[in-house]
């Protein structure tokens, strides 16, 4: 069975940094799109950047020139560095895998971490 594991979290002051990292594990052939969620508190949860496996990037227009995603296809990781962090970022952060191939047969699809929380304080 495929797992998202979050860690990273943590209270950090405005201004300041955090670095976000999710970490796949199980019997896994390969990793498509993987992403950053988050949800904070009586909000929906939201995308916050997304990155395929090629590497390409997209972010939400609230975190660009401030989060920068990234991922490491041989080791089936995803960090997401966050910089200049505002107290409106303060949410629970989720990682997710669109589509995680477990066999030449097998997908497991819509994969979630259970969330570390970020916490910014004004």
């Known amino acids: 069975q495929v797992q998202l594991v979050e860690s990273g979290g943590g209270l950090v002051q405005a201004g300041g940094s955090l670095r976000l990292s999710c970490a796949a594990s199980g019997k896994m052939l390969s990793i498509n799109n993987m992403a950053w969620h988050r949800q904070g508190p009586g909000k929906e949860r939201e995308l916050v950047a997304r990155i395929s496996r090629s590497g390409n990037t997209e972010y939400a227009d609230s975190v660009k020139g401030r989060f920068t995603i990234s991922r490491d296809n041989t080791k089936n990781t995803a960090v997401l560095q966050m910089n200049n962090l505002k107290p409106e970022d303060t949410a629970v952060y989720f990682c997710?895998?669109?589509?995680?191939?477990?066999?030449?047969?097998?997908?497991?699809?819509?994969?979630w971490g259970r969330g570390t929380q970020v916490t910014v304080s004004s």
């Open positions: 997710n895998a669109d589509e995680i191939s477990i066999s030449r047969l097998s997908s497991a699809f819509d994969v």
